[in-house]
């Protein structure tokens, strides 16, 4: 046999024993790519529910998220002051401004009883005709008739203070007892002309008790400035309050 042939016969021999031991081994072969494919296919799929309860959870955080947020201002501690009055005793409740639950109704409301007990209360000679006619746009004609018989009385801060002094009101607090009585808790302070405290007359503490409705005619435009809501004192009761 010559060398080509045996080289020719060596060749063809080595690449039948090679198909040979390649069909012998195609089944591991086969298996191992079938084993790659499902590894691949099992990552894929905790991949994809791993993706999908990431989603879950962080929905589910948003949410609680949201609810806390919502929840927060019920858990929120709110201080109040306790106020006592030294000379009095009495005690009240300090509001909170920031975190003032009044509506906007009390808010007004306040401001006219406030505005009322001032001028009734207060003295000054100069402007006393403007006080007066404050207080009759403001009551009722039995509170302003009241109010008319004490300012024209020989006691009165008119003919008793005349143009010597002025009475000045200061408002420490008002509180509404129901929705149309309020009580209004004031000073009274006696000032000379040049509008320093008078050291002959002290201070004075007074708990003003008031019916009301905002129901009064306003017939002019003068009456609508003094009292644009038509606030209207029903009753007026002023009684001092007791020192300790």
């Known amino acids: 046999m010559g060398l080509k042939k045996y080289f020719q016969k060596t060749k063809n021999e080595a690449a039948?024993?090679?198909v040979e031991v390649k069909n012998e081994n195609q089944p591991y072969f086969d298996a191992v790519k079938q084993f790659e494919k499902n590894e691949i296919a099992t990552i894929q799929s905790k991949a994809k529910l791993l993706t999908r309860l990431c989603i879950v959870e962080f929905v589910v955080i948003a949410i609680l998220g949201v609810a806390i947020a919502s929840l927060a201002p019920l858990k929120t501690a709110v201080p109040y002051v306790i106020r006592v009055d030294n000379s009095t005793g009495y005690t009240d409740t300090a509001p909170q401004i920031a975190n003032?639950?009044?509506t906007y109704q009390?808010?007004?409301t306040k401001y006219f009883l406030s505005k009322f007990a001032i001028n009734y209360e207060s003295y000054d000679?100069?402007?006393?005709?403007?006080m007066s006619d404050t207080v009759k746009t403001m009551s009722s004609s039995k509170v302003f008739s009241q109010y008319d018989t004490a300012i024209r009385a020989d006691n009165s801060p008119l003919n008793v203070l005349k143009d010597n002094y002025?009475?000045?009101v200061k408002i420490k607090s008002v509180t509404l007892l129901k929705d149309d009585v309020a009580q209004v808790r004031f000073t009274k302070m006696i000032l000379d002309s040049s509008g320093k405290p008078a050291p002959e007359y002290r201070m004075t503490e007074w708990i003003a008790t008031v019916a009301f409705d905002f129901n009064k005619k306003i017939e002019t435009e003068e009456q609508r400035l003094i009292n644009p809501l038509?606030?209207?004192a029903l009753s007026y009761r002023v009684d001092a309050e007791a020192l300790k």
Do not use: H, L
């Not at 000679?125 to 403007?130: A, E, L, V, Y």
């Open 16 to 18: 039948k024993k090679k």
């Open 106 to 108: 009390e808010v007004e």
């Open 230 to 232: 038509g606030f209207e």
């Open 100 to 102: 003032a639950k009044e």
């Open 166 to 168: 002025k009475m000045r």
């Open 125 to 130: 000679w100069q402007t006393i005709q403007q």
